[in-house]
Each structure stands twice: as C-alpha cells, then as structure tokens.
C-alpha cells in the first residue's frame, strides 16, 4: 500500500505527473527536444521571476550545489550555516578544494544581515553559500535582506540553495540579484528525484569562463555552450524533462500567486497546529512556509509515531534531522499537497498521539 508522502523531500507526486514519465522518448539531439527544452525555459523564467539561463542538471540537488562552488568562487567562499544543509554545502565546497571559510550560528536561530555584512567586511570573499530554506530545522533565512547587503560588495555574488522552498515560495531572483539559484525537483515541484535546476546570472556565466575548470560534468561554460542551442551537454533525464513541464504547465495555470498563497495557507495551519500541542523548533519570525519542524515538548516518541502513522494510517512523516532527531519531527507542507489533506494528517496524529483524550500514548 502506497503511503502519502508528507515528507520534506521527496514529496508526494501526482500519478498524471508520473505517467508523464513514460511518455515515449525523443532523440535529445533532435528539433522536437529543442523545443521541449525552450518551452521549459520560458516556463522557469516565470517562476523564478528571472530573465536568467534556467540550467537542467541530471542529478539530485547536491549536484548543482557542487556546479555553484566549483564554477563561480574566483577568490573564497563564505559558508553560512545554521542547518544540516548549509552544513553540507561548506563540506562540498571544502571536498572541492575551493578555498571557503564558516561562518555558523546556531541552528535554531536565522542568519541575519548585519551578520553577513561583518564578513563581508573583511573583503576576503567573492562568493557566498546561503540556504533559502533549512529543511531539516523549517527554517526560512531573510534572502531579500541578505540579498541587500550582499549587493553592497559587487565582486560578491550570492549562491543560493532554495530546493525546499522554489515552487512553494516566490523567489525574486532578478529583483533580488541572485547569482545562482538552485533546486532539485522533489520538493515543492512535487516531482520524482533526480533532476535539478538554477538559474545563472550574467555575471555569473562570465566569471565562470575565467575561474580555473574543477569540474567537467558541472562545467558551467559547457552547460551554457549547449543552452544556447536548446540542448544539454550530455544525455539529460528525457523522461523527467516531460514530467518538469507538464508540471509547469500546472503551476501556471494554478497561477503563481495562488500556488504561494496556498502553501503560505498550509503553513498556518500546522503552526497553529503546533503551537496548540507542541511547539515549534526555529525563531519565530523566520518559520518556513513548506515545512514545519515541531518541538517535541511532549516526549513523544518520534520513531513511534512515524511507523504508526505510516503503518495504521498509510501516511508517512519525517523524524528530526540528525542531532535533533528525537528532539523534533517535521511536517512537509508544500508541493501539490491541499489544505484538506494537511487537516487530515493532523487529525491522524492527534489520535495516535491521543491528545485530544485521556492519557496520551507516551505521556
Ligand atoms: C533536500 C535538500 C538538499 C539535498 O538535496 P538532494 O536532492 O538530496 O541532493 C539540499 N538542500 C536543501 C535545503 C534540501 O532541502
């Protein structure tokens, strides 16, 4: 039996998105992918409000975190951490050997700009690594405002890891001067693993034609080479390229702004949720819109109640992220995913965890 995935990653995928994925395959070479490729551009353009190249990277999101350090940092990077994520993103930068340095707060607490303006300061970089969204604490860092400061230093550019919140959340690129953009399609997509996209400014390309080659496969010039001709440089994953823009198509004519609006609306409804049972793990002011990461003030446990809701109720959660594992769970609420079906996940848990009765379960 199919359990629902409510999930930070991979999230549920609807099955008209998935028999897309079986449509029959075209040479990626030919007229007819050429177009497949350019209908998707115009379509990523849209929802990264960007008139930036959207690169497609056969791999998982980690991929394209690796093609923005290897290809953009002339100097040194700025690693800032406060999650799992932004973690990873300075050990793939340091396993690259791009010179980097961290600069890392607590993970319950938002990086804030004041704070990266004191590093940017010391003028020792040209790049920085920021997470939109930390998936494993549901926390959303202040981009815009980071943003600002960042555009104070024009030889800085800022790279962005925004894979669980592109799709739920309006990201302004342009207006905001995102040099690199990133996301991998099984979040808020809600489309199977295995495909990434960024959009690369300008400026962005150019100094890439100039920093030393570390990469061969995440070539950044090689990919824009082939972008120019409606290709990619090596053999894509054809039958997610049809599932993105069927999928695309969806979210335009849900229209940008309701598709914001309802996870904004989802949101909502597991905070309050939370705050009335648990409580919720980041600073208040900067709790994610696609997930919500929950305290577990009532000594629950996590692992309990993950396989119970997944094998009583064919609904499956996520348990905290590393060190916080038991200390937190966290609800996925983003994707396709509807206000009905949140309510419902709700109420399941609030029977296995009997809070509305007696003692409950774990108490
Ligand atoms: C899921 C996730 C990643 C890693 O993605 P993969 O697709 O597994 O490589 C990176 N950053 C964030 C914020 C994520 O949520």
Known sequence: MHKRLFTPGPTEVRADILKELSTPQIHHRSPEFGELYAGIQVKLKQLLFTENPVFLFTSSSTGAMEAAVTNLVGKRCLSLINGAFSKRWHEITQANAVPCDAFSIDWDKALKPEMVEEQLETGKYDAVTLVLNETSTGLMNPVADIAEVVA????????????????????????????????????????????????????????????????????????????????????????????????????????????FARHEKMAKVVQNWAKKYFD?????????????????????????????????????????????????????????????????????????????????EWD
């Open 152 to 259: 104070r230093y024009p030889d800085v550019f800022l790279l962005v890891d925004a894979v669980s919140g592109m799709a739920g959340v309006k990201i302004d690129t342009d207006a905001w001067k995102l040099d690199f953009v990133l996301a991998g399609v099984q979040k808020a997509f809600a489309l199977p693993a295995g495909l990434a996209v960024a959009a690369v400014s300008e400026r962005a390309l150019a100094r890439s034609e100039h920093v030393p080659p570390r990469s061969y496969y995440f070539s950044l010039p090689n990919m824009y080479k082939s972008h120019k001709k409606n290709q990619t440089p090596s053999t894509p994953a054809i039958p997610h390229l049809f599932a993105l823009d069927a999928q695309l198509t969806n979210m335009l004519a849900e229209g940008l702004e309701e598709r």
């Open 280 to 360: 919720i793990y980041p600073e208040e002011g900067y709790w994610s819109k696609t997930l919500t990461c929950i305290k577990n003030t009532r000594g629950v446990s996590i692992s309990e109640l993950v396989d119970n809701l997944a094998s009583n109720y064919n609904l499956r959660i996520s348990n905290g992220y590393g060190p916080i594992k038991e200390k937190t769970f966290r609800i996925a609420h983003m994707g396709d995913t509807q206000i009905d079906e949140i309510e419902g996940l709700l109420k399941a848990i609030e029977t296995v965890v009997d809070l509305q009765g007696r003692r409950g």
